[in-house]
């Protein structure tokens, strides 16, 4: 599949925005100058890969959702980025002794939904 430059344009304003990040936060993030931020959002230059690696890093964007559009559902890690940091949060509030206790918990519960959850149909 070959994606276009404005597509990928697009997505980089996408996945800024929705990090609550300026353009010129994220052109100093990446180390250029605020018009060479703006042509990769706008579509006249194309960005460079590692650009693009370090632009889904900074945003928390799986870096196949900005060349195919897709994201990979099992990726929890940005499907629910927000409650995973919230956890992450309290997690490391907790003793050692309570936060083990909680990480196993969690773990056995997931171990039992994992096996009431049918198996979805081959393709």
């Known amino acids: 599949m070959v994606i276009s430059t404005a597509r990928i344009a697009q997505r980089i304003r996408e996945a800024r925005e929705f990090s609550k990040i ?25 960005p460079k890969i590692l650009a693009l690696v370090m632009i889904a890093e900074i945003t928390g964007r799986p870096f196949n959702w900005f060349v195919h559009g897709e994201t990979d559902e099992r990726d929890i890690a940005f499907s629910h980025r927000d409650d995973l940091a919230a956890l992450t949060s309290l997690l490391s509030q907790l003793p050692q002794m309570a936060r083990q206790t909680v990480m196993d918990n969690a773990l056995s519960i997931a171990e039992y939904v994992v096996t009431l959850t049918p198996e979805p149909p081959n393709e």
Do not use: F, I, P, W
């Open 22 to 46: 300026t353009q010129v936060d994220m052109a100093k993030r990446l180390n250029v100058a605020r018009q060479t931020y703006l042509d990769m959002e706008s579509g006249k230059t194309d």
